[in-house]
Each structure stands twice: as structure tokens, then as C-alpha cells.
Nanobody, 124 residues
Framework: QLQLVESGGGLVQPGGSLRLSCAAS????????IGWFRQTPGIEREGVSC????????NYAGSVKGRFTISRDNAKNTVYLQMNSLKPEDTAVYYC?????????????????WGKGTQVTVSS
């Protein structure tokens, strides 16, 4: 069974950091580009970052550029999202998703597999 499982979310103060992980089971991630998305109630799920299947290309939403870093360790079948200088507006459920194309996108279209999400709350 193909699964993506996110972890690493939690409660953090403004200015703090978290590292999210996206672990795959049932398939090898090195053939998939991976995207991170986030969603808050009443707002459409938005793309945060994506990374190509071999890790050579990354992309970020403007709201997180310079603060978030996406990376992958294909040997561990895991993709990471390092989030620094967190702001209250980063509060959301974060999802990872996989697409069978080599290049990722910040659009939800084309992503075949989704995790169930991990909650990130930035609050003092």
C-alpha cells in the first residue's frame, strides 16, 4: 500500500523552527517529485514548496522563500521541510504529496498521493 506520512508538527513560538518529515512506504520516492502544501480552515490548500525527484530543483512560495528549505534523502525515502523564523500566519495543517513527474509544482494538480497532514501552530 502506497503511503505518505508526515511528522514533526507541533506548537512553536513566533521566530522558532520546526522540521517536518514526509516518509514514504510502499514505493520508492526517488521517482517522484514531492510537494509540501498547507491549509487553514476556509482557505484553499496552497503550495509551499516542491522538490524534483533527484533533488536538483526546488521551488518556494513567495511567503516562505528565505525561511523554509526543502530537501530529500532518497536513501531514507524521506523528504524534509525545514521551517525557520516561523510566523503566526504559518499556522496550518501541512501535507506532503507525490507526483510521478520528475518536476514538482506548487499547484495541487498532478499530485497522485497525499499524506494525512501534520498540524503546525505558531503562537506565543
Amino acid at each position: 500500500q502506497l503511503q505518505l506520512v508526515e511528522s514533526g508538527g507541533g506548537l512553536v513560538q513566533p521566530g522558532g523552527s520546526l522540521r517536518l518529515s514526509c516518509a514514504a512506504s510502499g514505493f520508492t520516492l526517488d521517482r517522484y517529485a514531492i510537494g509540501w502544501f498547507r491549509q487553514t480552515p476556509g482557505i484553499e490548500r496552497e503550495g509551499v514548496s516542491c522538490i524534483s525527484s533527484l533533488g536538483g530543483s526546488t521551488n518556494y512560495a513567495g511567503s516562505v522563500k528565505g525561511r523554509f528549505t526543502i530537501s530529500r534523502d532518497n536513501a531514507k525515502n524521506t523528504v524534509y521541510l525545514q521551517m525557520n523564523s516561523l510566523k503566526p500566519e504559518d499556522t496550518a495543517v501541512y501535507y506532503c504529496a507525490a507526483t510521478g513527474t520528475p518536476w514538482g509544482s506548487l499547484s495541487r494538480a498532478g499530485y497522485n498521493y497525499w499524506g494525512k497532514g501534520t498540524q503546525v501552530t505558531v503562537s506565543s
